[in-house]
T-cell receptor, first 111, second 114 residues
Framework: GQSLEQPSEVTAVEGAIVQINCTYQ??????LSWYQQHDGGAPTFLSY????GLEETGRFSSFLSRSDSYGYLLLQELQMKDSASYFC????????????FGSGTQLTVLP | IAGITQAPTSQILAAGRRMTLRCTQD?????MYWYRQDLGLGLRLIHY???????GKGEVPDGYSVSRANTDDFPLTLASAVPSQTSVYFC?????????????FGQGTRLTVV
């Protein structure tokens, strides 16, 4: 199957900026999404990129470079509540519209 | 409140028993999915359905079956549970008319097979 790579852990302090990278296999790529999951909770949608460039939503931004098969999630002005797991997910073209998820990045925000 | 409801929220099941995890959505989404989440492995797709009446296999379908008799319901059945099926199971849906870019997840079912 298709595979995605993202760091397993990232640690940062409150108020800082952190970038979580994601690389993916190119074949059949349609778009890159990001999800947030707090411990014991359900994944929730953060952003989606189908075209190259930066998408900004408040403190969170997501970037995609299709030529590099690479994207990242940028979190600014980190808050303690941002401590969670962050998953990149790729939608591949074809008859099925399912998302393939990376293994997740555990973000810990320190005071 | 619109969304996805999963039941039960948790279950301890004896190996060899049959179990159906229920999933219902009221958003009229065409596409629905079942994922399992294991520590360090992220979310892995078990089965999916693009529309009522159709289903497909995901990355880890063995030991599981699904049905999609209508738009709202997408039950997942373990015919004969084994300990390796201990996991957290998430049901999700997306609106295929928008390209399915955003998936909405239920709160999950924590299943322990002993």
């Amino acid at each position: 199957g298709q595979s995605l790579e993202q760091p397993s852990e990232v640690t940062a302090v409150e108020g800082a900026i952190v970038q979580i990278n994601c690389t993916y296999q190119t074949s059949g790529f349609y778009g890159l999404s990001w999800y947030q999951q707090h411990d014991g909770g359900a994944p929730t949608f953060l952003s989606y990129n189908a075209l190259d460039g930066l998408e900004e939503t408040g403190r969170f931004s997501s970037f995609l470079s299709r030529s590099d098969s690479y994207g990242y999630l940028l979190l600014q002005e980190l808050q303690m509540k941002d401590s969670a797991s962050y998953f990149c997910a790729v939608r591949y073209s074809g008859s099925a519209r399912q998302l393939t998820f990376g293994s997740g990045t555990q973000l810990t925000v320190l005071p | 409140i619109a969304g996805i409801t999963q039941a039960p929220t948790s279950q301890i099941l004896a190996a060899g028993r049959r179990m159906t995890l229920r999933c219902t959505q009221d958003m009229r989404h065409n596409a629905m999915y079942w994922y399992r989440q294991d520590l360090g492995l992220g979310l892995r797709l078990i089965h999916y359905s693009n529309t009522a009446g159709t289903t497909g296999k995901g990355e880890v379908p063995d030991g599981y079956s699904v049905s999609r008799a209508n738009t709202d319901d997408f039950p997942l059945t373990l015919a004969s549970a084994v300990p390796s099926q201990t996991s957290v199971y998430f049901c999700a849906s997306s609106d295929s008319d928008t390209g399915g870019t955003e998936a909405f997840f239920g709160q999950g079912t924590r299943l322990t097979v002993v």
